[in-house]
């Protein structure tokens, strides 16, 4: 695994693209307040939005831990396009979150119980090296690079004396980041609710990823450059990445697969539509691993790093499409998704209020 390689040959010969940003159904909250000599059965009763059969599971399976209500307690149910997307008891620091598997409620979140580690790291080389100079788990850099895939470029934007600060569990979940680069400039993430956002409440989830690679360096950029094997000058119409063989290729947004299999000079090649007239190719694979139709999700596996058409050793062809234009894609400024809606907003903060207390606490530091 290397992090922080060198850029070759990455011209810019196209003005920036903008992309829209994909539609997302809009979040809506309910709540329900516990007052004085209420029970658990009066706050369900009171989400109008959750159907009658569920109300009665959430009634009939009530964990012991929640039967006796305070004043305060607030059941909250979340709703996205209208579908529930959760349930949950907010009891003080406490959430108790309801599992339609188990017929129960189950603690998710205990802020005093809440014991994360945290680490501050300096990049002399590569950030890989500043991880296992620190003893720093693998599996933290790699949720780190899933979670900032929309913002920083590690292989390319990483620069000595570049700084990150993490809090992190022992499994390698980032609950909150942020990286400082010459090159990439300042970016945090936060951990909420399943999902991250950046510290306005933005997600930081956008239409497309800065690479369909998680380690490469760039051997051609997009431009005029000279072919390797035919021997003369002639356009190159995406970025080669050189990685090893057999390195997964993810899809850089979602989509549906319009092409797979041999194409020419290319290869082994997927092309995959996007919204709003966008196209992308993948070419020269040693395998595809989705077919003709198949509808893919941003970051998910289509293929492996080959040598497969015109190529002299193992890499990935990218390329970018913008109705039918081939187009930079290093110049892409793909849009974020709608932020948090206003009602989580308060919660949001508080959580990261939290986590920059934590970050700050000696005792949870790694020494």
């Known amino acids: ?18 992309v829209e940003s994909v539609k997302v159904p809009e979040v809506r909250l309910e709540e329900a307040i516990a007052k004085r000599g209420d029970v658990f059965a009066t706050l369900v009763n009171r989400l109008a939005g959750v159907p009658d ?3 009665g599971k959430l009634i009939g399976y009530l964990a012991d831990s929640v039967r006796i209500l305070r004043v305060g307690d607030t059941l909250r149910a979340v709703y996205s396009g209208g579908r529930i997307l959760r349930i949950e008891l907010r009891r003080r620091s406490t959430v108790y979150e309801y599992d339609p598997d188990r017929d129960r409620f189950v603690e998710r979140r ?4 809440l014991t994360p580690r945290y680490a501050e790291v300096e990049v002399k080389s590569t950030l890989w ?52 680069g010459k090159s990439a400039g300042r970016h945090v993430v936060a951990r909420f ?48 990445y050189a990685a090893p063989y057999g390195t997964p290729v993810h899809a850089v947004a979602s989509g549906r697969v319009i092409s797979a299999g041999w194409r020419g000079g290319y290869g082994r090649a997927v092309v995959i539509k996007h919204r709003n007239g966008y196209s992308t190719l993948y070419g020269h694979l040693s395998r595809i691993l989705v077919r003709v ?43 974020p998704e709608r932020p948090l809606p206003e009602a989580l907003k308060d919660d949001f903060f508080k959580m990261l209020a939290e986590y920059r207390r934590l970050s700050r606490t000696p005792e949870v530091a790694v020494r």
């Open 1 to 18: 695994m290397i992090l922080g390689l060198s850029v070759l040959g990455c011209s810019r010969t196209v003005s920036d693209v903008g």
């Open 53 to 55: 059969s569920t109300k």
């Open 110 to 113: 205990k802020f005093k119980a």
């Open 129 to 180: 090296d500043a991880f296992m100079e620190r003893g720093l788990p693998p599996i933290l850099l790699v949720n780190l690079v899933n979670v900032f895939s929309w913002e920083v470029d590690f292989a390319t934007e990483t620069q000595k004396g570049d700084s990150l600060r993490v809090l992190y569990a022992p499994d390698g979940t980032v609950y909150y980041a942020e990286y400082v």
């Open 193 to 240: 609710m399943g999902s991250y956002y950046d510290d306005r409440g933005n997600s930081v989830r956008r239409t497309f990823l800065r690479s369909p690679l998680k380690y490469y360096r760039i051997t051609s950029g997009f431009g005029i450059r000279f072919h390797p094997i035919l021997k003369r000058w002639r356009p190159h119409h995406g970025i080669d």
């Open 293 to 335: 139709g198949q509808h893919v999700e941003q970051g998910q596996t289509i293929g492996l790093v080959g040598s497969t058409g015109l190529s002299t050793g193992p890499h990935l062809h990218y390329e970018v499409r913008h109705y039918g234009r081939r187009i930079n894609p290093a110049l892409i400024r793909s849009e």
